[in-house]
Antibody, heavy 117, light 108 residues
Framework: QLQLQESGPGLVKPSGTLFLTCSVSGGSISGSRYYWGWVRQPPGKGLQWIGGIYYSGSPYYNPSLKSRVTISVDTSRNQFSLRLGSVTAADTAVYYC?????????WGQGTLVTVSS | EIVMTQSPATLSVSPGDRAALSCRASQSVGSNLAWYQQKPGQGPRLLIYGASTRATGVPARFSGSGSGTEFILTISSLQSEDFAVYYCQHYNNWPPWTFGQGTKVEIK
């Protein structure tokens, strides 16, 4: 059974960079037809797709975040990562890593990242 | 960007009753629509894709219908474990993939 697990700092300072990693177990990122992506959910709010990457390294980003986002993949470690720069309080959210092509399945359990000084 | 609008924001239902949740797209998405269930403290769970196909392990009391711009998720007889927030999501003309704002199904 494919499982995804997020990891990274839970607190980031304003104007700093958020960095999260997703570890994939129970399956391989390499050769997969799927995208490996990130979705976030501000406290008490809905879901926003951030971006996704194919195992070969072709990323797609949400246009609203594109200037600040980088998603990368490390097939040797079966991991992919999210980097979000110039963060503000509006970036405070639970960040989920996901596998997707059209729909999103499965999801990681999520990790709360708070932007605060 | 395709905007997904869900209604109502909150639905109060008694256990055993039927619930119907609505999702509207700002432009046609064909049958390229998925539904998710999210319980407190958990990541969303895929319920329906292709507007009407249940994901693996999803009980038959969950059904999806619609195409184009209007979609419905029906829960035929609500069980205690079904009280949660439900989201729709399109996958037509991506990126971006976008979600509705969610409908909370609460106990009446």
């Amino acid at each position: 059974q494919l499982q995804l697990q997020e990891s990274g700092p839970g607190l980031v300072k304003p104007s700093g960079t958020l960095f999260l990693t997703c570890s994939v177990s129970g399956g391989s990122i390499s050769g997969s037809r799927y995208y490996w992506g990130w979705v976030r959910q501000p406290p008490g709010k809905g879901l926003q797709w951030i971006g996704g990457i194919y195992y070969s390294g072709s990323p797609y980003y949400n246009p609203s975040l594109k200037s600040r986002v980088t998603i990368s993949v490390d097939t040797s470690r079966n991991q992919f990562s999210l980097r979000l720069g110039s963060v503000t309080a509006a970036d405070t959210a639970v960040y989920y890593c996901v596998r997707h092509f059209d729909w999103f399945d499965p999801w990681g359990q999520g990790t709360l990242v708070t932007v605060s000084s | 960007e395709i905007v997904m609008t869900q209604s109502p924001a909150t639905l109060s239902v008694s256990p055993g009753d039927r619930a119907a949740l609505s999702c509207r797209a700002s432009q046609s998405v064909g049958s390229n629509l998925a539904w998710y269930q999210q319980k407190p403290g958990q990541g969303p769970r895929l319920l329906i894709y292709g507007a009407s196909t249940r994901a693996t392990g999803v009980p038959a009391r969950f059904s999806g219908s619609g195409s184009g711009t209007e979609f419905i998720l029906t829960i035929s007889s609500l069980q205690s474990e079904d009280f949660a927030v439900y989201y729709c999501q399109h996958y037509n003309n991506w990126p971006p993939w976008t979600f509705g704002q969610g409908t909370k199904v609460e106990i009446k």
